[in-house]
């Protein structure tokens, strides 16, 4: 089944202990991001990877690092989480990278509580 | 620097009645807009989009230009319609590939 995949769905931390979110797409899909969803916020982009080593900033980076070694996997890494992260984070990913019609497909979300 | 704008964060209607969604964007190139649904408990996943013109659940929206609009309509409202809807705009950057910027979205409750 073509999907995104993301782990943990659930993790609750504390403040400064580093972690990382896992995100994986098994329909070769060139172009993935990630956004994190508050209320009243909407989505919002925190980084994106239009294809392998490459990646560029969103509206709202801070606090977060990416990779993308292999086309199918892009981490998430907060390395020193803050309660200010606590959030509903969607990995998301697109055939084609520079696809003006391609369509997004989403991952479940994760949901981070950070104290 | 694109933008978009859904300026009901919530939106409330009965069954039956007719629904729209409001999407404003601004963006000086050629658009490409899109519509996402987030079913409760459910991931993000597309409703539908400009470039193929359908009408998905009864669903439809159509680009105005002059007034940079991309509604959302359905003329009868189902309580099944419950859900987030997200607005999305596909701006080209400089380097010639297109990202996606989403509004804020809107809840739509449609109640019995």
């Known amino acids: 089944e073509a999907q995104v995949t993301q782990n943990p769905r659930y993790l609750i931390t504390v403040t400064g202990k580093k972690l990382t979110v896992t995100c994986s797409q098994n329909m070769n899909h060139e172009y993935m991001s990630w956004y994190r969803q508050d209320p009243g916020l909407g989505l919002r982009q925190i980084y994106y990877?239009?294809?392998?080593?490459?990646?560029d900033k969103g509206d709202v980076p801070e606090g977060y690092k990416v990779s993308r070694k292999e086309k199918r996997n892009f981490p998430l890494i907060l390395e020193s989480p803050s309660p200010n992260q606590t959030s509903l984070y969607f990995c998301a990913s697109s055939r084609g990278a520079a696809g003006r019609y391609n369509e997004q497909f989403f991952g479940p979300g994760t949901r981070l509580t950070v104290l | 620097a694109q933008r978009v704008t859904q300026p009901e964060k919530l939106l409330s209607v009965f069954k039956g009645a007719p629904v729209e969604l409001k999407c404003n964007y601004s963006y000086s190139g050629s658009p490409e807009l899109f519509w996402y649904v987030q079913y409760s408990r459910q991931r993000l996943q597309l409703l539908l989009r400009?470039?193929s013109r359908e009408s998905i659940k009864g669903f439809t929206a159509d680009l105005n230009k002059g007034e940079t609009s991309f509604h959302l309509k359905k003329p009868f409202a189902q309580e099944e319609d419950s859900a987030m809807y997200y607005c999305a705009l596909k701006s080209q950057t400089s380097g010639g590939s297109y990202i996606p910027t989403f509004g804020r979205g809107t809840s739509l409750i449609v109640h019995p």
């Open positions: 400009h470039i």
């Open positions: 990877s239009m294809n392998v080593e490459v990646t």
